[in-house]
């Protein structure tokens, strides 16, 4: 699990494509600096898990499937891109940003950057399938940056990034047109559910008493 909070600004140093997959290499000397094999790190919001690492060359592999292709836009990286990394989250950690699987529901497109004093307003597409899951002032996930939407409409939503977020990871790059992986809040995917179930019905016991025999006396 992730909190959205990136902790470094890495880069694709290479690109291996497959016919139905791909493998990454990565630099992130923060992120690589206490991994292990089989650690999870999120790449632009998604998590992966490291095949290889060389802790001293600050580099991590890992490898991507079909269905996670198809989902994100990490197949249209390249060499020398950047790339929001975070490591899974320590239980001792501070939560951050809020509940992130890593899991990515789908992509959205850049529509409009409005820049402000010492902010940023950014307007995304929303997808139809993700509309019904995303609110104003909720939480949403975009390239792994853990965000809260400032407006929303039937087909966009917004949010406003800060100096910070701006200068520290991907959303601070990225154009009008370009593609960014959405998480949705997965709390709402889990009360839609609770709430689509049928309840089981229960037996319920009669209304009416059972009768009693009734004992009749001699005079």
């Not at 992120?31 to 290889?52: F, K, M, Q, Y």
């Not at 991907?170 to 839609?192: C, Q, S």
Request: charged share 20%.
């Amino acid at each position: 699990m992730f909190t959205g909070i990136v902790e470094e600004f890495g880069q694709v140093d290479r690109v291996d494509l497959g016919e139905e997959s791909a493998r990454l290499t990565l630099r992130g000397p923060l992120v690589t600096s206490d991994a292990v094999h089989g650690a999870s790190i999120a790449v632009n919001g998604v998590c992966l898990t490291v095949v290889e690492h060389d802790v001293d060359a600050g580099w991590f592999t890992v490898d991507v499937m079909a269905e996670t292709l198809s989902r994100s836009g990490l197949g249209a990286l390249e060499v020398g891109a950047p790339v929001n990394l975070e490591r899974a989250m320590a239980a001792t950690s501070r939560f951050g940003g809020h509940i992130v699987q890593g899991h990515v529901d789908g992509t959205a497109t850049v529509l409009e950057r409005v820049p402000g004093d010492r902010w940023e307003v950014v307007t995304f597409t929303l997808p139809a399938d993700l509309a019904r899951y995303v609110v104003e002032k909720g939480s949403i996930t975009v390239d792994g940056v853990s965000l809260t939407v400032s407006a929303v409409t039937e087909d966009t939503f917004s949010v406003s990034l800060i100096p910070t977020t701006l200068a520290l990871t991907t959303l601070g790059h990225r154009a009008v047109g370009d593609t960014v992986n959405l998480e949705v809040d997965v709390l709402a995917k889990y009360v839609e559910r609770l709430l689509a179930a049928t309840p089981t019905a229960r037996p319920t016991e009669s209304a009416t008493p059972t009768a009693r025999p009734t004992l009749e006396v001699s005079a």
